[in-house]
Nanobody, 117 residues
Framework: QVQLAESGGGLVQVGGSLRLSCAAS?????????MGWYRQAPGKERKFVAAISWNGDRIYYADSVRGRFTVSRDNAKNTMYLQMNNLEPGDTAIYYC?????????WGQGTQVTVSS
């Protein structure tokens, strides 16, 4: 199995920055897994934020975060990152990381990001 642990969330003012981390572990996890970030605001469905292929050659962003967020990964550390700049109140949500290999998806427990105005 694969275990994912997010960290780095918190309370930040509008225009501020945060860096989220997602550490992967478990006997099944390998650097060939695709990884991504999703977020869920209160009362809303979970939505895609960003994704990165196993070697970083393919990166995707939701339109709402493109230009402000940057996803990256360090396979030597089994860790994915999300650098979030110029945060807006609409970015307030629980942020989840996901890893994917074939038809298998694994999710972390999430980390809260709150942007105050």
């Amino acid at each position: 199995q694969v275990q994912l642990a997010e960290s780095g969330g918190g309370l930040v003012q509008v225009g501020g920055s945060l860096r989220l981390s997602c550490a992967a572990s478990g006997p099944s996890f390998g650097s060939d897994y695709g990884m991504g970030w999703y977020r869920q605001a209160p009362g809303k469905e979970r939505k895609f934020v960003a994704a990165i292929s196993w070697n970083g050659d393919r990166i995707y962003y939701a339109d709402s975060v493109r230009g402000r967020f940057t996803v990256s990964r360090d396979n030597a550390k089994n860790t994915m990152y999300l650098q979030m700049n110029n945060l807006e109140p609409g970015d307030t949500a629980i942020y989840y990381c996901k890893s994917t290999l074939g038809s298998s998806d694994y999710w972390g427990q999430g980390t809260q990001v709150t942007v105050s105005s």
